[in-house]
């Protein structure tokens, strides 16, 4: 630890919203590893279920939201660090977690270890579970580990920031004060990503900390969670549109970052490449550059996929590719719905 950080304690964020089947177990987790000076905090949002009563039960700092507030985790944060922002001056970080996110024991050490006046905002490394007999789960964790072993490191080497995952969040908490207004969506990951890329503020990647992100069991429920995913994303495309020009004008790194946030899933974005390449034939240098990003965006992949761990049960998994593309399409379409959200535990 560096001798000239006095304060590392850490305020750790669950927002939950009718999460009672993991709450509990997750908050106990946590309690086992706080140290002297650290907190956890669960915003109970909008809860109907026993959320609220786990939570506190299991040694968490519980506080109720309801009223006339909009639901979801990017107002459920805003208005959490505007609501608790003298609370959170006594902490170095806070540490953003999904209800259902499982921390390694030596996670808040690592992330401890990590805190200099350079490393303001970091992304933890979020390591996907999967039941052993759901393909759609391997595909998906298999998506997730090539982003982060092969694509945030090669962002590192480049010293490109890193997008945020959602869960995993290290943010000094004073660069949050006076975002609540910023924060009014369902994908504060994208808005966090943006905002604090737009601002100069670099998101470093911390692969020493990890921590254990559930994969959807089925393929309906996996397909809920990407209708979510990609009406957040076509929502966020307007609504922070001056910050992702700013972003744009960056340069490389910022290509580099807008990509990993918008250009998913990687099979589609290849395939419409090649579908382009094939429609401007007649036109050799306008169809040159998607032939160009279509070969270099294979072999990348498939080199990618040849390093990351466990790619032999991955490789094997690869037979599944229809149903998991037949899964995004299912999500596609859903998020063109105007029905409520669907969860994922249901």
Known sequence: MPNNIINT???????AHNESIVIKETVEAIQKVLADGDKLFVVADHCTDSTEIKARNAGAK???????TPEGKGDALGWFVQEYKGSLKEFSRLVVLDADS?????????????????????????????????????????????????????RTVFGWPVRMRGTGMVIRPDLLFGLNAHLK???????????FAS????????????LFDPKPPTMAAAARQR?????????????????????????????????????????????ISLLLAFV?????????????YFIVGSIYLFVGLSLIPERYLFFRTLLHIPGYVWMWLRGIILSLRSTSWLRVRK
């Open 185 to 195: 969506t369902k994908v504060e990951d994208i808005a966090l990503s943006l905002i």
């Open 62 to 68: 519980v506080i109720i939201r309801n009223g006339d």
């Open 227 to 271: 209708a979510r995913w990609f009406r957040g994303q076509w929502r966020a495309v307007w609504q922070y549109r001056r910050e992702i020009i700013q972003v744009l004008l960056k340069g490389p790194a910022g290509w580099s970052l807008l990509s990993s946030l918008f250009l998913k899933p990687k099979w589609l974005v290849l395939t």
């Open 280 to 292: 401007f034939s007649s036109c050799s240098w306008i169809a040159l550059p998607f032939w160009i």
């Open 102 to 154: 499982t921390i390694k024991p030596d996670f808040i050490d690592r992330v401890k270890e990590n805190i200099t006046d350079s490393c303001v905002v970091m992304q933890c490394f979020v390591y996907p579970q999967f039941e052993g007999t759901s393909p759609i789960g391997k595909l998906a964790a298999l998506s997730e580990f090539h982003d982060q072993y092969i694509s945030d490191r090669i």
């Open 9 to 15: 304690s850490v305020a750790l964020l669950i927002l």
């Open 199 to 210: 601002k100069g503020i670099q998101v470093k990647r911390l692969d020493e900390a990890i």
